[in-house]
């Protein structure tokens, strides 16, 4: 589809929302962020006391209480960035390939990055975090072009049906290589399962500091895209009319979703939907002008991964479910909900 | 031997969700002619020719063929009296002609019964009608518009019908390929008496080609007849809001309309119809 | 009917040739193909670590016993054979039901969540309630059902809209797959290889418990699905036209999915959902038979061939023992991202 935004068309109302909504809503959910926050350091299998918290992030790990805290901080750090950073790529894939359900779950841009990871792990040694992450992001645009190019291809362009199902199948594809090549290395087969599901569970500063360059590079090019995509959304004919140099502004748009979700594959594994719900629920917040569409979307990603990692943590105590199964879990009847308001011939 | 099957519409009402598209409506189709529904977009033209067609169940009323509710007989024995075209129908990839055209045999098949020698009379029978014999072998994905939409009513032939349904046969053909298929479905309708339902687009076609039109507004029938009988200036104002005016084609003496908009107004053209508009 | 000029015999005579020709050429394949799957079953019983000769084979599959053989050809190899072919040709049959049916060589069943369905509830049932055999079985074609019925009633609004079927299964199927993980995570001793019998399909350590049900449910099943043969034909060409045709089409499409998800989850329960098999078999036989006439029993044939060639393939060609669903998912991610360049391009199906 090259002319028609076929991003959901909002009532009027929704796109004309005063300013002052907005910063309502910006308050909330900051507030609610915060509050997940703190929840996450101290819910878990073993609640922890408030004490044992304030002890914990004064670097003490006395008690089992403050140990468990100081696993934790890294932790909710990790699920906030991973969640800002998927939530805020999906915003701006929905907005580049003006495409209801791009994501980088549902187009296998994840599992690119995973393909790429586990490559280089059986193959080539890779040990270091610093290469693993540029491993993950260098897959994740392969994927995402071939995905986009793949979907693209035939008249109407990329349809909603088309993007998604060669992402599904480019998914189906990735994962296949993935256990071919994980399976005869035993030594191996463990780590690489932990890049077929996502989960925060083994979060370090360490982790979280190797990533967060390319994170920031990446929110901050995805930002300043906000702008173009207001423009894109119009279609590239009359995005083109209002100056924008339409090939320049996709690009970079797109370059910094890849980093933020190449990026966030690399130190959480591929977590699905994430970048497909917030957009979606930021829309009906705060319409759909991208300046304010955006940074919602990398507020409220980080609050969804942050609370699917604390439901994970509740439902399977004294276990925990990954999050990358809970953000399905939540995701895919959100995803199909979507499916079903599109009329037929946009699909 | 001309057409015996009657289709009528009784206090028909259809509708998708909850918008009621036709509203008890009353409509006669004469059998042996050829009709054309026209009316303004989306005002449930297509819809009523699905529900003739027991695509669409009625929210009230029926569709009666041969006094019988259409949507209560044998969908085999239906589709061996009423045939139907839709508006876009799919030709899986690579089928050749002769397989398309071959398909239409299906209400004349069993399960278990293997192919006979009338079917492919009827398979070579519509080809010859379409004069699409040469193409027999040929992919469908390789043919141009108007041969396709030949395949297709050579299709709906070889199902062998009394009454044909098309819905906008000629969307997205050029006028010649245009005026190629209603002439194909005039033959069909004289050599055979078939009786043919269509809906059209454009006005003059219908008028030219129909024997007996069909005018729909507001889900209801505005007015049926004869061409010369519904294609007037007052009936076209009504039934599309645009001023209008109607002469006599000189080449077939049937109504021509011309619409008048808010521009390029001849000096001679009638004041008071510029007046209203303006 | 009315007086209908009669053509000329010239043209019935060509019309008649022109459909025999395309029927010899479907026969021929047919054959082939049968020929072909019956020499890799041969294959998959000689060939092992011990090669037994046609002779001690056959005599083994006659029920003579053959010191060694009888044994490693009638307890190991015989039901894994039998099962290889029972589930390529049900995943084959079925795949190629929902892509005629769909009009969609995308929409196969492993594409839109309904082997992934069977899949997370025989891993559930086992991992979770401790089942085994025919529980499996029967949790499996439950699960599958549950999904096709949900899918199909999301989907349905004023009708079933194929496009919108399509998508809500990538959505179920995403979320069937989320559980088996989970339950996979949570199996006592994490055994890689055992779980990847439920994420892509293995057929080791095949059992005749196992296979039984899979070859009783393509008995009953596989002929239901070919009764429909003409009905789905007709499906193809939309489902105005076919309606128009005398197809009863919403009655046409429950019973082949009811069929269609039978077989899937009966064999998927015997050897886990086999990657890409239901949807490679289809197009494959497609382009071997050429578009015209019915592909059901070819591709059921092309999905047997398949699975016992994979099958082959995974435990002897290559240095480490694959299961069969890894060598099936490497050699059809290629076939399967061409298949979405070359529909894409010709604007076809999708």
């Known amino acids: 589809m090259t002319t028609a935004p076929s991003v959901p068309a909002p009532d009027a109302a929704v796109a004309r929302r005063p300013g002052s909504v907005r910063l309502l809503w910006l308050l909330v959910v900051v507030a609610a962020l915060v509050a997940l926050m703190a929840a996450s350091v101290v819910v878990g299998s073993r609640d922890v006391g408030w004490s044992d918290v304030v002890a914990a992030l004064g670097g003490s790990s006395d008690t089992i209480g403050q140990a468990a805290a100081t696993k934790r901080i890294p932790r909710t750090l990790l699920a906030v960035v991973v969640g800002a950073a998927l939530g805020l790529s999906g915003a701006v894939m929905q907005g580049v390939t003006r495409n209801p359900l791009a994501d980088p779950g549902v187009l296998g841009i994840n599992m690119g990055a995973s393909l790429a990871v586990v490559v280089g792990i059986a193959w080539f040694g890779l040990f270091s975090a610093t290469a693993i992450v540029w491993t993950a992001i260098v897959g994740a645009a392969g994927a995402a072009v071939f995905v986009y190019a793949v979907g693209s291809l035939g008249r109407g362009g990329a349809t909603p049906l088309k993007l998604a199902l060669a992402g599904t199948a480019t998914s189906a594809a990735l994962v296949s290589f993935i256990t071919a090549i994980a399976l005869p290395r035993g030594d191996i087969a463990e780590s690489v399962q932990s890049w077929e599901i996502g989960g925060v569970g083994g979060a370090t500063f360490d982790a979280i500091g190797t990533v967060l360059p390319f994170l920031l590079v990446g929110f901050a090019v995805s930002l300043l895209s906000a702008r173009s995509l207001n423009s894109l959304a119009l279609g590239d004919e009359l995005a083109a009319g209002l100056g924008e140099r339409v090939v320049l502004a996709r690009g970079t748009a797109a370059l910094g979703s890849v980093l933020l979700c190449g990026a966030a594959t690399a130190v959480a594994g591929p977590i699905g939907f994430v970048g497909l719900v ?31 990692d604390i439901v994970g943590r509740i439902v399977a105590r004294p276990s925990e479910l990954d999050v990358g199964i809970v953000t399905a879990l939540i995701g895919a009847p959100f995803f199909i909900s979507i499916v079903r308001r599109q009329k037929v011939r946009e699909l | 031997m001309t057409a015996t099957h009657s289709l009528a519409a009784e206090a028909l009402t259809l509708g998708y969700g909850d918008r009621t598209v036709i509203d008890e409506l009353d409509l006669v189709v004469p059998p042996g002619r050829i009709t054309a529904i026209v009316g303004a977009n989306a005002c449930g033209k297509s819809t009523l020719l699905r529900s003739m067609s027991r695509l669409l169940a009625p929210r009230g009323g029926q569709v009666l063929l041969d006094g019988k509710a259409v949507h209560r007989l044998p969908a085999k024995e239906l589709a061996r009296t009423l045939g139907l075209l839709p508006q876009s129908p799919i030709a899986p990839e690579g ?68 009454l044909l349904l098309l819905d906008e046969p ?22 055979r008496g078939t009786t043919v339902v269509m809906v059209l687009h454009d006005l003059n076609m219908a008028a030219r080609y129909a024997d007996h039109l069909v005018a729909l507004a507001a889900g ?37 309309m011309l619409p008048i908009g808010r521009h390029h107004m001849a000096a001679a053209a009638p004041r008071d119809v510029v007046r209203q508009v303006g | 009917m009315t007086a209908v000029a009669a053509p000329r015999p010239a043209t019935v005579d060509a019309v008649a040739r022109g459909r025999t020709r395309r029927a010899a050429r ?157 339950v996979l995570s949570k199996a006592g001793a994490w055994d890689f290889a055992e779980a990847l019998r439920w994420l892509t399909g293995s057929l080791n350590g095949t059992t005749w418990g196992a296979t039984v049900p899979a070859l009783l449910a393509l008995v009953v099943l596989g002929p239901l699905l070919l009764v429909l043969t003409r009905d789905l034909s007709g499906l193809q060409l939309g489902d105005d036209t076919a309606s128009a045709l005398g197809i009863r089409v919403e009655r046409t499409r429950i019973t082949a999915i009811v069929g269609a998800v039978g077989l899937l989850a009966f064999a998927t329960a015997a050897c886990g959902p086999i990657a890409f098999v239901s949807f490679l078999a289809g197009p494959i036989a497609a382009r071997i038979v050429g578009p015209n006439g019915s592909l059901l029993v070819p591709a059921a044939l092309v999905g047997a061939l ?43 199906s999708l």
Not at chain 2, 128 to 142: G, I, M, S, Y
Not at chain 3, 138 to 167: E, P, S
Not at chain 3, 308 to 314: E, M, N, R, T
């Open chain 2, 170 to 191: 000629t969307t997205f053909l050029d006028v010649a390929h245009q005026v190629e298929v209603l002439d194909l479905l005039t033959d069909l309708n004289r050599a």
């Open chain 3, 26 to 182: 479907r026969r021929l394949v047919v054959a082939v193909l049968a020929v072909l799957v019956v020499a890799a079953f041969a294959a998959s019983l000689m060939i092992g670590q011990t090669f037994y000769p046609p002779g001690d084979v056959l005599r083994v599959v006659l029920g003579q016993d053959v010191p060694g053989a009888s044994f490693t050809v009638g307890r190991l190899r015989l039901p894994r054979a039998v099962l290889a072919v029972v589930a390529g040709l049900s995943f084959g049959l079925a795949g190629v039901t929902f892509q005629t049916m769909l009009r969609n060589p995308l929409a196969s069943p492993d594409v839109i969540g309904i082997t992934s369905g069977a899949s997370a509830a025989a891993a559930f049932a086992i991992v979770f309630l401790g089942w085994s055999g025919t529980a499996v079985s029967v949790t499996a074609i439950v699960a599958a059902l549950g999904v096709a019925v949900l899918m199909y009633t999301l989907a349905f609004t004023d009708g079933v809209a194929g496009t919108r079927l399509i998508l809500i299964g990538i959505g179920i199927a995403a979320m069937s797959k989320s559980i088996t993980s989970y």
């Open chain 3, 306 to 348: 398949l699975v016992l060639v994979a099958d082959l393939v995974g435990q002897f060609a290559l240095g480490t023992r694959f299961p069969v669903g890894v060598v099936t998912g490497v050699l059809g991610a290629p076939y399967l991202i061409y298949l979405i360049v070359r529909t894409n391009r010709a604007g076809g």
């Open chain 1, 278 to 308: 917030v957009p979606h629920l930021c829309r009906l917040l705060v319409g759909v002008d991208h300046r304010w569409l955006l940074p919602f979307s990398a507020i409220a990603g980080g609050c969804l991964l942050t609370a699917s």
């Open chain 2, 220 to 256: 209801r029938v505005h007015a049926a007849g004869t061409p010369e009988d519904v294609l007037t200036e007052d009936h076209v104002r009504a039934v599309f809001g645009l001023d209008s005016r109607v002469i006599v084609d000189p080449t077939s003496e049937r109504p021509l």
């Open chain 2, 95 to 162: 089928i050749t002609v002769a397989d398309l055209v071959g398909r239409g045999r299906h209400p004349h098949q069993g399960v278990f019964t293997r192919w006979r020698r009338e079917d492919d009379e009827a398979v070579a029978a519509a080809l010859e009608a379409t004069q699409t014999t040469t193409l027999a072998d040929r992919p469908v994905d390789e043919l141009s518009g108007g041969q396709r939409q030949r395949v297709w009513i050579a299709m709906a032939l070889a199902q062998q019908t009394d």
